[in-house]
């Protein structure tokens, strides 16, 4: 059996895209299958220092059951020798609406999928990364996988890991109380949460 036939029934088994190509969505769903997950939501244990004066402007603006979880990431990404920062956090409705007309009537390469009120960052429970190698921005880098297996440790989803839009730099952090429902599901909820004045992550 060649390598690329092993790779395919990989997976058909993982329930994934059949292209026996072994990339970060192959990865992703053997370390899901292979590697316990930790409790969904739990914040990371032992002492967070505070991130880079940028990364904390942007982890501000995220709910406070994200902000350590930002911080770990940075971090952990350090004890590996990968300096990241934190470059997007909260974004407004509007914000994102803006962000969604980019390459479609505006100027720009498309960035986004979601218009306001369908993307994690409306909420606060989601932030993008960016690599750096000193003060150089890396739009790509290989690291970016390795941090998405950093933050896949510390309980966040990747959006490495998603199936149809591959978005290395963004993590989120899902509520136990959407631990089983689906990315259209949870959105729709929190939606409501916030229309209805009520806690978005309790």
Known sequence: MRIEEMIAAVQQELGIEVDGKGGPQTWGAIYGRIV?????GAAPSGTIALADSRSE????????????????L???AAAVGITIKIISGLRTFAEQNALYEQG????????TKVRGGHSNHNFGIAFDVGVFEGSKYLGESP????????GVDLGLEWGGNWKTFHDEPHFQLRPAWAADL??????????????????IYS
Request: proline share 7%; glycine share 6%.
């Open 36 to 40: 316990p997950k930790p409790k969904q």
């Open 57 to 72: 402007r942007v982890i501000a603006t995220l709910l406070p059951e994200a902000q350590p979880f930002a911080r770990a």
């Open 143 to 150: 690291k970016y996988k390795a941090v998405g297996a950093l």
């Open 182 to 199: 689906s990315e259209k599901q949870m959105l729709a909820e929190l939606r409501s949460r916030v229309d209805g004045g009520v806690a």
């Open 74 to 76: 940075v971090q952990k």
């Open 104 to 111: 479609r009537t505006t100027e720009g390469d498309i960035v």
